[in-house]
């Protein structure tokens, strides 16, 4: 089956502490791995677009890496302004519809 | 640059009443276009997408139906609303490519169904 597991469900980080969150998947034909920062009563915001193993992107404090079996985002010197839910997701295999498969998602809280 | 409008933000509505909710496009042309719900606990469940006016497909048989008589216009509607409706609702496109490309969300709608 098709799915897309993230861990751990919640993270506390003191600021300045840096860490990794793990998305793994099991999708035949990956056809990219997507990130999202969620914010409490907002949309996903569009983070990375990782395509092939090895892929690394960065923005600001974060950057995913891409293996062939998962997705990490590293959180480096984190301020509270980071706290939010991530989310990483990948496309449904059948066909090209553009359905996304997700995660639950990673609940981030930094402390100043 | 594109843009996508939801509204409206909040909504409280009675068991038993009809709802409408609304997404739009800006900046873009034939897009597809999904509605998800994402109840407490963050899991996003995708509801309908469509692909060109008039196309809707269903991924949950539930309440809700969906259309798009626009092609940057996509609405999510109940005849009857039931408590088991309360949720986020999400709109969100893309362009679908080669490779897979990634969803763009509207900011969503808080519904409560009392």
């Known amino acids: 089956e098709d799915q897309v597991t993230q861990s751990p469900e919640a993270l506390r980080l003191q600021e300045g502490e840096s860490s990794s969150l793990n998305c793994s998947y099991t999708?035949?034909?990956?056809?990219?791995l997507f990130w999202y920062r969620q914010d409490p009563g907002k949309g996903p915001e569009f983070l990375f677009t990782?395509?092939?193993a090895g892929e690394e992107k960065e923005k600001e404090r974060l950057k995913a890496t891409l293996t062939k079996k998962e997705s990490f985002l590293h959180i480096t010197a984190p301020k509270p302004e980071d706290s939010a839910t991530y989310l990483c997701?990948?496309?449904?295999?059948?066909?090209?519809?553009?359905?996304?498969?997700f995660g639950q998602g990673t609940t981030l809280q930094v402390k100043p | 640059s594109q843009t996508i409008h939801q509204w409206p933000a909040t909504l409280v509505q009675p068991v038993g009443s009809p709802l409408s909710l609304e997404c739009t496009v800006e900046?873009?042309?034939?897009?597809?276009l999904y509605w998800y719900r994402q109840a407490a606990g963050r899991g996003l469940q995708l509801l309908f997408y469509?692909?060109?006016?008039?196309?809707i497909s269903s991924e949950v048989p539930q309440n809700l139906s969906a259309s798009r008589p626009q092609d940057r216009q996509f609405i999510l509607s109940s005849k009857k609303l039931l408590l088991s409706d309360s949720g986020f609702y999400l709109c969100a496109w893309t362009r679908v490519g080669g490779l897979g490309s990634p969803l763009h969300f509207g900011n969503g709608t808080r519904l409560t169904v009392t």
């Open positions: 999708v035949s034909g990956l056809r990219g």
């Open positions: 990782l395509y092939s």
């Open positions: 997701a990948v496309p449904h295999p059948s066909g090209n519809t553009g359905k996304l498969i």
């Open positions: 900046g873009t042309s034939n897009p597809n």
């Open positions: 469509s692909v060109g006016i008039g196309q």
